[in-house]
């Protein structure tokens, strides 16, 4: 049975581009043009992900994702013009899954959809994720497990409970240290370097924990 994909996007020929793609894979999609039509639409269809764009006449996406959580968990993508615009959409927590950048392949939004809805499967299976154990401050992997100092646990904890979102290292530091001080941006790149080898070493060499260019990192599965 095909999977619902809404693509809200204003720009009609880029939105049948991105049909046509989705069509060529297990996806069904639907347009919709205009932001004040999305949120009857979703409330009927339930789509399995929404692809949003934030400049839309009429209801804007960003007050169209912040709706949307108020009664969904549908998988919400954010698709942006501007490479600095995601700092800002990330600052303000809107729970969407993930955030796309204009100029865009399709192939590769067609790919970060995949990777939303294959997340919702791959948590269903707890073997084939990361565990972790908040009281003894340790993660396994298919029953091998590796002991992480408070500080890297708590650098795992919100990248692992939210695989795939995109966090800024503020975001991070945040989780990082209760009484809530300011490091450089180095001593999370330097944390995250030894997460990541340490979780290399109980999966096989899988490198868990991406960076994304101008925007933070996120763990993927």
Not at 39 to 62: C, E, F, R, Y
Request: hydrophobic residues 40%; contains cysteine; charged residues 25%.
């Amino acid at each position: 049975m095909s999977q619902s994909i809404l693509i809200v996007e204003d720009e009609i020929k880029l939105a049948n581009l991105l049909a046509d793609y989705f069509k060529q894979t297990e996806y069904q999609p639907h347009l919709i043009h205009h932001g004040d039509e999305v949120i009857s639409w979703v409330k009927t269809h339930q789509p399995q992900a929404i692809l949003l764009d934030i400049m839309l006449p009429g209801k804007n996406g960003i007050d169209l994702c912040k709706e949307i959580r108020q009664f969904s968990n549908v998988p919400i993508l954010m698709v942006t013009a501007k490479v600095e615009e995601i700092d800002r959409l990330l600052g303000l927590e809107l729970g969407a899954d993930d955030y796309i950048c204009k100029p865009f392949s399709p192939r590769e939004v067609v790919a970060r959809v995949k990777a939303v809805l294959r997340r919702g499967l791959v948590i269903e299976n707890r073997d084939d994720t990361l565990q972790l154990d908040e009281h003894r401050f340790m993660v396994s992997f298919h029953q091998r497990g590796v002991s992480l100092t408070a500080v890297e646990f708590q650098l795992l904890k919100p990248l692992a409970t939210k695989p795939e979102r995109i966090f800024t290292r503020e975001q991070l530091m945040q989780n990082m240290y209760s009484d809530h001080r300011i490091v450089n941006y180095r001593t999370i790149d330097s944390h995250i370097k030894k997460l990541r080898k340490k979780l290399a070493d109980i999966s096989q060499g899988k490198d868990w924990i991406q960076s994304v260019y101008g925007a933070g990192y996120r763990l993927v599965l």
